[in-house]
């Protein structure tokens, strides 16, 4: 069967796109749409004239994904309760043949990175997006925005500190953060205050996102009592037909709680010094979608 060229070479790119958009916007639909939308100015572009399609694909990308991003800033300041990123299976996310590649990558989609990201302004956020989480020079990112290199520098260097300043420490360890998670979810069902007060740090934050549409906090719950007590009344109500799956999302081990077979919310926790440091609860069902999608 005989394949379409500009097909196949979008597709090979796709990954590297998808991944991109979502480090911009932080919600899957968000992205899809922009890699849709650079899907159609590629086929109907004069691909004889593009000599680098990555390049070309990665720059269109990257411009609508700004575009995207001014849209839906002035929706996210009316958002209900705290904001979280829409959570993604790291399968979706490009992978890099070395080790280290991974690390940055999966660092680069972590809930904490993305979350310190809003604060970016649009072009910042393309800027650090570009340079730390994929590399690129500064002369290409200069082409992408088209912005001179100088200023480029600057952008990324207002950005690399204003990350740096306000981004949490954790630990990137699947294994720790699963076993925290395994005893975390023992111990919150069975009523054990006191194992939940000794797997968390005494300052953790309980994060969650419900946009107004579950039940979530709707403000940040901080202190290991408050947030033990809280975790304990959740367990307490239950969630009808519930299923616990371990998965991977955003980089980290996440519990994608189901109800009656539907995604219901997600949990994730980052780690310090063997302590859960903070929680992540994601509720609003608009943002569980691509993982009922996903199966």
């Known amino acids: 069967m005989q394949t379409d060229p500009a097909t196949d070479v979008f597709q090979e790119h796709r990954p590297v796109l998808m991944g991109v958009a979502y480090r911009m916007l932080g919600r899957v639909a968000d992205a899809e749409d922009v890699v849709q939308e650079a899907w ?3 086929s109907s572009a ?21 575009d995207r991003l001014r849209q839906v800033q002035a929706r996210r300041e009316a958002y209900v309760g705290p904001w979280l990123p ?3 299976a790291t399968d979706f996310v490009t992978a890099a043949p070395d080790s280290a ?6 660092e680069s989609v972590t809930l ?3 979350v310190v990201l809003e604060s970016l302004s649009p072009l910042e956020r393309a800027v650090f997006v570009l340079r730390e989480a994929f590399g690129y020079p500064y002369a290409e990112i200069a082409t992408v925005l088209e912005r001179g290199e100088a200023a480029v520098r600057q952008l990324a260097g207002r950005a690399r500190r204003h990350v740096e300043e306000r981004r949490p420490r954790f630990e990137v360890d699947p294994d720790r953060q699963r076993d925290l998670t395994e005893r975390f979810l023992a111990a919150a069902a069975g009523d054990d205050l006191d194992g939940l007060l000794h797997l968390l740090a005494e300052d953790v934050r309980l994060v969650g996102d419900s946009g107004g549409k579950a039940k979530a906090p709707l403000r940040v719950i901080e202190t290991a009592d408050k947030v033990g ?10 969630i009808p037909a519930a299923e616990f799956v371990f998965t991977e999302l955003n980089g980290g081990i996440a519990l994608l709680v189901l109800s009656e077979g539907k995604p219901d919310s997600v949990f994730q926790v980052d780690v310090v010094d063997g302590r859960i440091q903070t929680v992540y609860i994601i509720r609003n069902p608009d943002k569980l979608g691509a993982l ?3 199966g």
């Open 112 to 114: 904490a990175v993305l």
């Open 46 to 66: 004069d691909r004889e004239q593009v000599r680098e399609p990555r390049a070309y694909l990665v720059r269109v990308t990257t411009r609508l994904a700004i």
């Open 229 to 238: 007590r809280f975790l304990l009344g959740v367990a307490r109500g239950g």
């Open 101 to 106: 590649d991974r690390a940055v990558l999966a």
């Open 40 to 42: 159609l100015r590629w």
């Open 292 to 294: 009922d999608a996903a």
């Open 86 to 88: 829409e959570p993604l």
